[in-house]
């Protein structure tokens, strides 16, 4: 199954998260349709607004060399229960179609979910009603 090589990418992509302000470190990896993972992690600023969750810098390296459809993302951290995607990524996430989030801790608890349960009615775009 994927998901535990997915969990294990993200983990391993956790230790170079850049977190030195709040020094919570995430860990993404994104599965593409075409069976190729990209990782991410949470690059904070010290200004801290700017600060980009790993979920959309997995995201978005997948992105950028041309991928458009995606099976799965995982997303790691360091937590009680198994981290879920902020409300922001779940958004971004969304531009792309439904696919499982796979949410994990470092303890090993494991939740899946569907996107579009995570995020019912996302914002979509309409051409021409402005
Ligand atoms: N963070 C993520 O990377 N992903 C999430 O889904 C939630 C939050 C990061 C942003 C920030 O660097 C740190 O976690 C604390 O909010």
């Known amino acids: 199954m994927y998901a535990k090589e997915l969990i294990e990418r993200a983990k391993k992509a956790r230790e170079n998260a850049y977190a030195p302000y709040s020094k919570f470190k995430v ?3 994104i599965l593409t349709e075409d069976g ?3 990782t ?3 690059v904070e600023n010290a200004s801290f607004g700017l600060t980009v969750c790993a979920e959309r810098v997995a995201l978005f390296k ?3 060399v041309g991928k458009r459809s995606f099976k799965a993302i995982a997303v790691v951290a360091d937590t009680e229960e198994p981290v879920p995607p ?3 990524c ?3 996430l969304s531009e792309f179609g439904d696919m499982e989030v796979i949410m994990a801790n470092l303890k090993g608890d494991v939740k899946i979910a569907r996107l579009r349960d995570l995020l ?3 914002f979509k ?3 021409g009603k402005r």
């Open 40 to 42: 991410g992690v949470n």
């Open 62 to 64: 997948a992105v950028s």
């Open 36 to 38: 190729e993972v990209y």
């Open 90 to 92: 779940r958004q971004v």
């Open 86 to 88: 902020c409300g922001a």
């Open 27 to 29: 860990g993404a990896a």
């Open 120 to 122: 019912p009615d996302s």
């Open 125 to 127: 775009f309409e051409e």
